[in-house]
């Protein structure tokens, strides 16, 4: 499909809910885990503005987290982002 990263941890319940709406879709997606890697956790942050994960691009466009995935799912946009 798309090319899709999302910034994660371990034991991130919203991390899981986020990764589990992609797989569902079928979309292959690169996971970058932040998880003792400080240096990782800044670029991250300094890209998205944000020290929270998951952090999830699509393409160039930086989604946000968990919660505004599953709000672009609920407003049916999300299926043509991953297309495009």
């Not at 919203?14 to 569902?24: T, V």
């Not at 691009?57 to 407003?75: P, Y």
């Amino acid at each position: 499909m798309s090319n899709v990263v999302v910034y994660s941890s371990d034991y991130c319940p919203y991390c899981s809910r986020a990764k589990y709406l992609l797989e569902n879709k079928g979309v292959t997606f690169e996971e970058i885990k932040v998880d003792g890697k400080p240096q990782v956790r800044a670029a991250m942050a300094q890209k998205a503005g944000r020290t929270s994960v998951p952090q999830i691009w699509i393409g160039s466009t930086h989604v946000g987290g968990c919660d505004d995935l599953f709000a672009l799912e609920r407003a049916g946009k999300l299926d043509a982002m991953l297309k495009a």
